[in-house]
C-alpha cells in the first residue's frame, strides 16, 4: 500500500484540496519516521498498517482529517510522541480524533466494571465524533486480518470481542458490508470447527448458485429493459459466511433451506423503479408467499432500505432477489459513512457531488439515545446488560392504531409497546389487542402488528411482568413502579416505617449537628446515628429513624441534600 493509492482512493468521493494533499503526505512521513524499523508480529513493518487503515478510512468517503488521523492513530501509542506535537503540526481535529482511537484501544470486551467504563466512553466517543468509531473499525478489520500472527489466547480474545462488539457496532451503524467483514474475518478463530464444517458444506451448493445466478441474470436484464426500467446493476451476491451459518442454525442446519445463499441483486434509479422490477421479478416467476419483504416502506431501524422477494426460478429452485436504488445501495454498503457526507445529486455520479455535509441529526438520534441510557444506569453491568438486550440485538417495527411506528427489540411484547409509547400507559395496561385480536400481555410482537393497549385506571404492573419484558425501559419502569407500591403499603400497615438514611459527606465542623437539628425538626425520635468512614472518599452518614409517610421522608432528603458538605442522599426500608 502507498500513500498515493490513499490519496488516489480519497478523490473517488471527495475533493481534496492541496493544503489537504500535503497534510496527507506530511502525517504519513511522520508516522513512517515515529514508527521507524519497528515491525508487526506479522513480520510487516509498522507503517504498513496504519496505511492499510488510512485506506479504508479513504474508501468510505471520509474527510482529509480523518485520513490524517488514521495514518497518525497509533503513533502515540507505539512510540515517544506528545500530544501537544501532534496538535502542533496537524491540529486539535486531529489530536482529538487519534485521542478518540486510542481511547478505544483500551477497549476489552469481558463485562467486568473496568471494561464497562471504557465501552462508556467508547460511546461517548461515537456520539462526538462518528468519525472516530469508523477509524477504529478499520482498525480492527486490518488487525483481524493479521491475527494469525499473535498467540492463540489472544487471537481468541480479540476474535470474540470482534464478533460481540465491533460487529455489531458496524451493524447499528448500517455498514452491513464492514459487518460481515469482520463476522467472517473472527468466525474461525471463535467457532473453528463449526468454520470448517461449514466451508466443506456450502462448497459445492455455492458455485451452483452462483453460476444459476449467472443465468438468471440476463433473463432480468431483458424483462427490464421490456417494460423500461433502467437498472443500473444487476449482480448476483454470496451470502456472507457467518451470517449463513446463523442462518443455517435456525433451519436445522439444512442448505437447502437457505433461499439466499446466492441472491441476485437489482439497483435501479428510483423508488418508483424499484417497485416496477418487483412487477417485472413476480411476472416472470412465482414469488413465495409471506417473504415479500418491503424494507423501503418500512426501513429497518439501521435505516436499511431494499425490497426482498423469494421466487420459485426456472428448474424449480427458490432465489432470493433484493431491489433497491444506487443510493440505497451505497446506504447499505456504508451506512452511516454515506450519511455522514451524503449530499443527492441529480447528475447521476453521487460521489463526485458530495460535500463535507455532516449527517443531519436524524441519523444520529440513536446514537443520542444511547446516551441518554448510559445515563440512567449507574451500575456498567446493568449498562452493558441493556446494551445486550436493547441494542445490539434484532428490531422489529410494531404500529400503533394511528399508525406511528414503534421500534422494538424482538420478541417483545405488548407490555414493551405500552411502556415505549407512554409511562402510565404501561402501568395502566389491562390488556391488549393486535391486528384486532385480544392477546395476552407476554404476546410475541412481530414485524408490522397494528397495537392497541387497553387500560385501565388504578390498574398497576404485576411482577410477573418481569419474567416476560424485553426492553430495559420497561423493566426499570414496572420496578420503580413496584417499588412505589410497596412503600405505600409498608406505611399504611404499621403507621410508620423504619427507614434507613444514608448520607454521602465532605466532612466539615459542625455539619453532624446541622444532620442532627434536621431530625429534630420533624419531630422524629432518632433511634440510631452512625458513621462509616473505612475506604471511603466519601464517609458515610448512616440514620435509623421511624416515617410516618412518603411525603415526611421527601420532604426531609431535600433538606439534607441542601446543607453544605452532603453530597447524595438515598434510602432504604429496614424490618
Ligand atoms: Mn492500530
Known amino acids: 500500500m502507498t500513500i498515493e493509492e490513499i490519496i488516489k482512493k480519497a478523490e473517488v468521493k471527495l475533493t481534496l ?4 494533499k500535503e497534510r496527507i503526505m506530511r502525517a504519513f512521513e511522520f508516522a513512517k519516521a515515529a514508527h521507524g524499523v519497528q515491525k508487526r508480529k506479522s513480520g510487516d513493518l509498522y507503517i504498513e498498517h496504519p496505511l492499510m487503515v488510512a485506506y479504508g478510512v479513504a474508501e468510505m468517503g471520509l474527510d482529509a482529517s480523518a485520513i490524517v488521523a488514521a495514518l497518525l492513530h497509533d503513533v502515540c501509542e507505539d512510540t515517544t510522541c506528545a500530544p501537544e506535537t501532534l496538535e502542533k503540526n496537524f491540529g486539535k481535529d486531529v489530536l482529538f480524533l487519534v485521542d478518540g482511537v486510542t481511547k478505544l484501544d483500551k477497549i476489552r470486551f469481558h463485562g467486568t466494571e473496568r471494561e464497562a467504563e471504557n465501552l462508556r466512553k467508547m460511546f461517548l466517543a461515537i456520539a462526538e465524533d462518528i468519525r472516530v468509531v469508523l477509524i477504529k473499525l478499520m482498525d480492527r478489520r486490518h488487525n483481524m486480518k493479521t491475527l494469525s500472527s499473535l498467540p492463540p489466547e489472544k487471537q481468541k480474545r480479540i476474535a470474540l470481542e470482534t464478533l460481540e462488539l465491533y460487529a455489531p457496532l458496524a451493524y447499528r451503524l448500517g455498514i452491513g458490508e464492514i459487518k460481515g467483514q469482520l463476522e467472517d474475518l473472527a468466525f474461525p478463530y471463535v467457532y473453528p470447527k463449526e468454520h470448517e464444517w461449514l466451508i466443506e458444506q456450502v462448497k459445492d451448493p455455492l458455485v451452483l448458485r452462483q453460476k444459476y445466478a449467472e443465468r438468471l441474470i440476463p433473463l432480468v436484464k431483458k424483462e427490464l429493459e421490456a417494460e423500461n426500467i433502467h437498472y443500473r446493476d444487476v449482480h448476483g451476491r454470496g451470502k456472507h459466511l457467518f451470517s449463513l451459518y446463523k442462518k443455517l442454525l435456525k ?9 439466499d445463499l446466492v441472491a441476485v441483486r437489482v439497483v435501479v434509479g428510483t423508488i418508483e423503479e424499484c417497485y416496477g422490477a418487483l412487477g417485472v421479478v413476480h411476472k416472470l416467476w412465482r414469488p413465495m408467499p409471506g417473504l415479500v419483504k418491503d424494507y423501503i416502506a418500512l426501513p429497518k431501524p439501521n435505516g436499511y432500505r431494499s425490497i426482498h422477494t423469494t421466487v420459485f426460478g426456472p428448474e ?10 444506487e443510493e440505497m445501495h451505497i446506504q447499505a ?8 457526507a451524503y449530499s443527492e445529486s441529480k447528475s447521476g455520479n453521487i460521489y463526485r457531488e458530495r460535500q463535507t455535509v455532516f449527517a443531519d441529526k436524524k441519523q444520529l438520534e440513536w446514537v443520542n439515545q444511547l446516551r441518554d441510557w448510559q445515563k440512567e444506569f449507574r451500575n456498567p453491568d446493568e449498562f452493558i446488560e441493556s446494551l445486550k438486550i436493547d441494542f445490539f440485538k434484532n428490531r422489529i417495527f410494531v404500529l400503533t392504531p394511528k399508525g406511528d411506528v414503534i421500534d422494538l427489540p424482538e420478541g417483545a411484547t405488548p407490555v414493551d409497546f405500552a411502556y415505549q409509547v407512554h409511562t402510565d400507559i404501561g402501568n395502566q395496561a389491562a390488556g391488549a389487542r393486535v391486528n384486532a385480536k385480544m392477546v395476552p400481555l407476554d404476546h410475541e410482537l412481530h414485524n408490522g402488528d397494528v397495537i392497541e393497549v387497553i387500560t385501565q385506571k388504578n390498574k398497576k404492573p404485576s411482577s410477573d411482568w418481569l419474567k416476560f419484558v424485553k426492553t430495559a425501559g420497561a423493566k426499570k419502569r414496572i420496578q420503580v413502579a413496584l417499588r412505589e407500591t410497596r412503600e405505600a403499603i409498608a406505611f399504611s400497615r404499621r403507621g410508620g416505617q423504619m427507614v434507613e438514611l444514608r448520607l454521602a459527606i465532605k466532612d466539615r465542623i459542625g455539619l453532624l449537628k446541622d444532620v442532627s437539628e434536621i431530625v429534630a425538626d420533624f419531630k422524629i425520635n432518632m433511634k440510631s446515628i452512625t458513621s462509616e468512614t473505612k475506604n471511603r472518599l466519601y464517609p458515610l452518614i448512616v440514620i435509623h429513624a421511624p416515617f410516618k409517610n412518603k411525603e415526611q421522608l421527601e420532604k426531609m432528603m431535600v433538606k439534607m441534600k441542601n446543607i453544605t458538605g452532603v453530597e447524595e442522599v ?3 426500608f429496614i424490618n
Not at 333 to 340: K, L, T, V, Y
Request: charged residues 25%; aromatic residues 14%.
Open 333 to 340: 454498503e456504508q451506512g452511516i459513512a454515506a450519511h455522514w
Open 17 to 20: 484540496n492541496d493544503s489537504d
Open 316 to 325: 424449480g429452485r427458490v432465489t432470493e432477489f433484493q431491489i433497491r436504488t
Open 251 to 259: 433451519y436445522e442446519m439444512d442448505i437447502n433451506k437457505i433461499f
Open 570 to 572: 438515598s434510602y432504604t
